[in-house]
Each structure stands twice: as structure tokens, then as C-alpha cells.
């Protein structure tokens, strides 16, 4: 199975889970008439929408013709993290909405359906960790914005369902004080900040790649120190290009080799140095040009000096 059936099949079991989850919480929330389940319940819709529409982008970049997407189908599944922040957005503005009103207006839970929130929420944290972490190992074989934005969704839900499970339980030991009643709309409070957490961290990983933002110091280090280690093989670097793609990263590499040398020379000096990055960077597609002078340096950030800047 490839990794793109994986993740794919990853996201499925999400949507799956989600679902079955879903419609006893909104009964939990009727019964209970607590404004956190009902937080929890507008949150976890907005999410379950979330998940289908990723799961349609795998399905989507899974089934893609290469003829019509040379560089594949990678924007789509960062356009998708995108796109599961946003609902995640919705999310923070309804709970916090929630928390506030019921602040101001505070209400009695009704006992039956609390009791069995509390066993819906224990049922959730469990389920929900186990899907936070089995996306996550999904995600560290390959890097994919939708993997991403998965797993950091189940981590919120996982804390989220922890933090109403414990206000329930809360409410119920305390339910003689007259404070408890607040117990229920702070717990949302707390919510909001977990999701506001997860989607600054969605955001970060796939609106900037739309851009084509090179790539982070640490990869950029790899291809430095390769171009080191065959420092000797060339003349001059006119040009180090980068982006990410989805899970894919595309380099682009302009060097000036040697006019003695012959092509067949040169070819095989490229294909050591392309298979060494594809190797040291997964999921990397390395392109080497040779070139006689720094074509649009000025465009890419690089001048025509970049190896004796090396040195």
C-alpha cells in the first residue's frame, strides 16, 4: 500500500469516527442543555465537514492524471489545510460566542443528560487520542498539509472533550455550590484557546507554502552542505530555487560547470548530486541546470558569486 493510500485511508477512518461521535453528542447536548457540549457539538460539525473535504482532496490527488498536473495535485492538499483552519475559525467564534452568552446568562444543567455526556466524552478523548496519534505517525513518513492539519484537529479534539469531560464531572460533584453553574461556560473558554492554538499552527504550515516559500533553514542546510561535498565537481552556483508542493519539495539548482568538460562528464555529475538530495530529503524532486552566466539572479535572491560566498 502507498503512502497515498495510507493517508487516505487515515483521513476515512477520521470522517468514520467522527461520525458515529457526532450524533450522540448532539443528543448529550439536548438532554444536558449545557453550552459547552454545545460548543463541543458546532465544533466537532464544522471539523466533520473539515475531514470530508480532505478526505475528498487524497482521493483527488490520489487519482490524479499526471498528464493534466505536472507537478501534481499538492496545492490542492494545502489549499485543503487552509480550508480546515477556517472551519476550525467558525469553531473559535461559536464557542466563544457560547462561553460569553452563557457567562452572562448562567443556566442549570439537566443531570440524566450530563451522565451520559460524561460517557460520550470518555468514549471521545479516547478515540480522538488514538486517531491524534496514528495520523501523526502517518504524517512522519511523509509530510502532507492535510496529515498535518489532521492530526493537530484531533489533538484540539482530544483536549477539548478532556477539558468538557472534566467541567461535567465537575458540575455534577459541585452541583450544591453556587459558583458551579460557571464551571460549564469557563471550560469553553478553555476550548477556544486549544483550537486558536491548532489553527495558527495549520495556517503556518500551508498558507506560506501556497506562496512558494522556500524552503525552512534546516532543509536548506542539507542542500548546502551537498553542493559542499561536491564543491570540487563544478565552477560556479548561479541559482538555489525551492518551494513545497503538498508533501512534495521541488529544488531547483543552476551551475556553471567546467568548458572542458564533456556532457556525458557533466550528466553524471548531476545524477550523483541529484540522487544524494532526493536521498537526503524525502519526498524531494531535485532539478540541476547547467548554465554559463546567473540567469534572473536578481529574481530568486541569489547573485552570481554564490560560491565564493560558500567559501
Same mark, same amino acid.
Given at each position: 500500500?502507498?503512502?497515498?493510500?495510507?493517508?487516505?485511508? /487515515?483521513?476515512?477512518?477520521?470522517?468514520?469516527?467522527?461520525?458515529?461521535?457526532?450524533?450522540?453528542?448532539?443528543?448529550?447536548?439536548?438532554?444536558?442543555?449545557?453550552?459547552?457540549?454545545?460548543?463541543?457539538?458546532?465544533?466537532?460539525?464544522?471539523?466533520?465537514?473539515?475531514?470530508?473535504?480532505?478526505?475528498? +482532496?487524497?482521493?483527488?490527488?490520489? %487519482?490524479?492524471?499526471?498528464?493534466?498536473?505536472?507537478?501534481?495535485?499538492?496545492?490542492?492538499?494545502?489549499?485543503?489545510? @487552509?480550508?480546515?483552519?477556517?472551519?476550525?475559525?467558525?469553531?473559535?467564534?461559536?464557542?466563544?460566542? /457560547?462561553?460569553?452568552?452563557?457567562?452572562?446568562?448562567?443556566?442549570?444543567?439537566?443531570?440524566?443528560?450530563?451522565?451520559?455526556?460524561?460517557?460520550?466524552?470518555?468514549?471521545?478523548?479516547?478515540?480522538?487520542?488514538?486517531?491524534? =496519534?496514528?495520523?501523526?505517525?502517518?504524517?512522519?513518513?511523509?509530510?502532507?498539509?492535510?496529515?498535518?492539519?489532521?492530526?493537530?484537529?484531533?489533538?484540539?479534539?482530544?483536549?477539548?472533550?478532556?477539558?468538557?469531560?472534566?467541567?461535567? =464531572?465537575?458540575?455534577?460533584?459541585?452541583?450544591? &455550590?453556587?459558583?458551579?453553574?460557571?464551571?460549564?461556560? +469557563? +471550560?469553553?473558554?478553555?476550548?477556544?484557546?486549544?483550537?486558536?492554538?491548532?489553527?495558527?499552527?495549520?495556517? /503556518?504550515? /500551508?498558507?506560506?507554502?501556497?506562496?512558494?516559500?522556500?524552503?525552512?533553514?534546516?532543509?536548506?542546510?542539507?542542500?548546502?552542505?551537498?553542493?559542499?561535498?561536491?564543491?570540487?565537481?563544478?565552477?560556479?552556483?548561479?541559482? =538555489?530555487?525551492?518551494?513545497?508542493?503538498?508533501?512534495?519539495?521541488?529544488?531547483?539548482?543552476?551551475?556553471?560547470?567546467?568548458?572542458?568538460?564533456?556532457?556525458?562528464? @557533466? &550528466?553524471?555529475?548531476?545524477?550523483?548530486?541529484?540522487?544524494?538530495?532526493?536521498?537526503?530529503?524525502?519526498?524531494?524532486?531535485?532539478? =540541476?541546470?547547467?548554465?554559463? %552566466?546567473?540567469? %534572473? +539572479?536578481?529574481?530568486?535572491?541569489?547573485?552570481?558569486?554564490?560560491?565564493?560566498?560558500?567559501?
Amino acid at each position: 500500500m502507498t503512502i497515498h493510500h495510507d493517508k487516505e485511508k /487515515s483521513v476515512f477512518i477520521s470522517l468514520v469516527t467522527d461520525f458515529l461521535l457526532f450524533i450522540p453528542d448532539v443528543v448529550a447536548a439536548l438532554m444536558a442543555n449545557s453550552i459547552t457540549l454545545w460548543a463541543d457539538v458546532l465544533k466537532c460539525g464544522n471539523e466533520l465537514l473539515a475531514t470530508f473535504l480532505s478526505w475528498l +482532496a487524497l482521493r483527488m490527488v490520489r %487519482r490524479s492524471r499526471k498528464v493534466r498536473f505536472d507537478y501534481g495535485l499538492g496545492k490542492l492538499e494545502n489549499i485543503t489545510g @487552509v480550508i480546515v483552519a477556517g472551519a476550525m475559525f467558525i469553531s473559535l467564534f461559536i464557542v466563544l460566542h /457560547s462561553a460569553f452568552e452563557r457567562l452572562r446568562h448562567p443556566m442549570d444543567m439537566h443531570p440524566g443528560g450530563v451522565w451520559l455526556a460524561i460517557f460520550l466524552m470518555t468514549v471521545g478523548v479516547i478515540a480522538n487520542t488514538t486517531l491524534w =496519534i496514528k495520523n501523526y505517525q502517518v504524517g512522519r513518513q511523509q509530510f502532507s498539509p492535510i496529515i498535518e492539519a489532521q492530526w493537530r484537529m484531533f489533538r484540539t479534539k482530544a483536549f477539548s472533550d478532556l477539558i468538557v469531560l472534566l467541567a461535567l =464531572i465537575l458540575s455534577m460533584t459541585l452541583r450544591t &455550590q453556587t459558583w458551579a453553574i460557571y464551571i460549564d461556560p +469557563a +471550560a469553553s473558554l478553555f476550548i477556544g484557546g486549544f483550537i486558536l492554538h491548532s489553527i495558527w499552527g495549520m495556517l /503556518s504550515n /500551508s498558507f506560506y507554502d501556497l506562496l512558494d516559500r522556500t524552503l525552512d533553514e534546516s532543509l536548506q542546510l542539507v542542500i548546502v552542505k551537498e553542493l559542499t561535498t561536491y564543491f570540487d565537481h563544478y565552477k560556479e552556483i548561479h541559482g =538555489i530555487r525551492s518551494r513545497r508542493s503538498g508533501s512534495h519539495i521541488y529544488v531547483d539548482l543552476m551551475l556553471e560547470f567546467e568548458g572542458d568538460k564533456k556532457m556525458a562528464e @557533466v &550528466q553524471e555529475i548531476i545524477n550523483r548530486m541529484e540522487t544524494a538530495l532526493e536521498r537526503s530529503i524525502p519526498g524531494c524532486h531535485v532539478l =540541476i541546470a547547467p548554465t554559463t %552566466r546567473a540567469r %534572473r +539572479a536578481e529574481d530568486i535572491g541569489q547573485t552570481p558569486n554564490t560560491r565564493r560566498q560558500m567559501t
